[in-house]
């Protein structure tokens, strides 16, 4: 059974060295700006339920898939206290894919938040890695709530009119999408980015800022493999533990005096065993928080790596310029200072007419005056991409930060009280042992 079908569309330092800048990344032409506000601050959006559908059209008949119930309320009728019905509409997991994807394309100097994973990763052995589990689907529903809050509380993000399209419009939302022309920027932009070029004079503060999604990528998936193995190894710990209830539990059958004791610690020693399940789950929507900066980290590279593209195509630019200026100078002074198959043909079978000199002077002319245009259309695209980014990193670097300083001490206060429940767990079981 398939989860989602796919929609053609892209499915897409030290931490320190995030440089901060003063200007703010402004507003494009495609947003929709209203009072300078972020949309999460006008609007109350949540995710609030899923449910398993089966399709029912010829596209697809007979597949199971899930969809998601988005409800959204003006805030100032929640502040107001008057607490309207919300307006609701279903979306498809391959439908926030799509906004991703148009957000990644229109905005490549923002470092775009995550979707949840399509598929459980990094699970310990006894979860079900099935995308069709309530447990799943429910941590999905989570994050994909987490996703929309994100994009609707970034300042640049969260006042485009797709979004609001996306929140608001059930029906028709996927063809203004389409309409902006955003699929063949995206063919396009995959076209570019898995070409292989090398950048003469890269930007050493997105060399760093690359190597820092590198090292954030490596360093949370290796955290998220030792937990899975913590996981797996406390899993069986817990259940061992069930041995003990069952043994102490046959054993009172044979005892008078000991009896109740051995069965009451019996009891306390089934139930420990018996929560770890819970434990486990409730560890996972930690282990979610953490995989959301392992996407992270490709999302950021992916503004590196647009802007080393857009420097190539500058640097390209620059040089095609040089080249027609110097041919330029070559044929108005006769000197050919280069190696070149015309100049050889010129040697051997004399100059060019000069109606056929002036036409190519004309010519390089016309080529050189569009190449200023190039170079200086790309050095400005170039600094606009490296200002706004810049901007961006200095957001995220400081979410990062909040973020996971709070998944990590909430995931250790978890830790502190299951091993307060063991405790408890044992201490009942001394009493227990206490009044044989």
């Known amino acids: 059974m398939a989860e989602d079908e796919r929609d053609e569309s892209l499915a897409t330092d030290d931490e320190d060295s995030y440089p901060s800048c003063e200007d703010g990344a402004g507003s ?59 307006d609701s509409l279903w979306r498809r997991y391959s439908e926030f894919e799509l906004l991703r994807s148009y957000l990644i394309v229109t905005y490549p100097f923002i470092i775009v938040p995550p979707l949840p994973e399509k598929r459980a990763e990094f699970v310990w052995h006894k979860l079900s890695a099935d995308n069709m589990d309530p447990d799943f689907v429910e941590r999905r529903r989570v994050g994909l709530e987490n996703f929309l809050l994100r994009v609707a509380s970034h300042p640049v993000l969260s006042n485009d009119k797709i979004l609001h399209h996306f929140l608001t419009e059930e029906h028709g939302w996927k063809e203004v999408v389409y309409d902006t022309g955003f699929q063949a920027k995206a063919d396009s932009r995959l076209r570019a980015l898995s070409a292989t070029f090398r950048v003469r004079n890269p930007d050493r503060r997105f060399m760093e800022m690359k190597h820092y999604s590198d090292e954030l990528q490596s360093h949370t998936s290796q955290l998220l493999r030792a937990r899975a193995r913590v996981a797996d190894r406390l899993y069986g710990v817990y259940k061992v533990h069930g041995n003990y209830g069952r043994v102490f539990s046959e054993w009172s059958a044979i005892e008078r005096e000991m009896g109740d004791g051995l069965q009451s610690a019996g009891h306390h020693l089934d139930a420990f065993a018996a929560s770890i399940d819970d434990i486990l789950e409730e560890e ?50 006769g000197m050919v200072r280069t190696f070149s198959f015309k100049g050889v043909t010129h040697k051997l079978f004399g100059q060019e007419a000069p109606e056929q000199r002036e036409a190519r002077l004309k010519l390089l002319e016309e080529l050189i005056s569009e190449g200023q245009d190039a170079v200086k259309d790309k050095t400005l695209e170039c600094q606009e991409h490296v200002e706004r980014a810049l901007v961006d990193g200095q957001r995220f670097k400081e979410q990062k930060d909040k973020d996971l300083n709070e998944a990590l001490i909430s995931y250790a206060l978890m830790q502190v009280n299951m091993c307060k429940k063991g405790i408890q767990m044992w201490s009942n079981t001394k009493d227990c042992f206490l009044k044989m």
Request: net charge negative.
């Open 28 to 86: 494009l032409n495609n947003t929709m700006v209203e009072d300078g506000s972020t949309l999460v601050k006008r609007m109350e959006i949540c995710v609030a339920e899923a449910e398993k559908r089966t399709g029912k059209n010829a596209v697809n008949m007979g597949e199971t898939y899930t969809v998601y119930l988005i409800e959204t309320r003006p805030m100032d009728a929640v502040t107001e206290g008057r607490n309207p019905a919300p």
């Open 284 to 333: 996972e929507h930690y282990a979610d928080q953490i995989k959301e900066y392992l996407s992270y980290a490709e999302a950021l590279r992916a503004v590196c790596r647009k802007h080393e593209l857009t420097q190539f195509e500058l640097e390209a630019c620059t040089q095609d310029l040089v080249t027609k200026r110097q041919q330029r100078e070559e044929l108005a002074t």
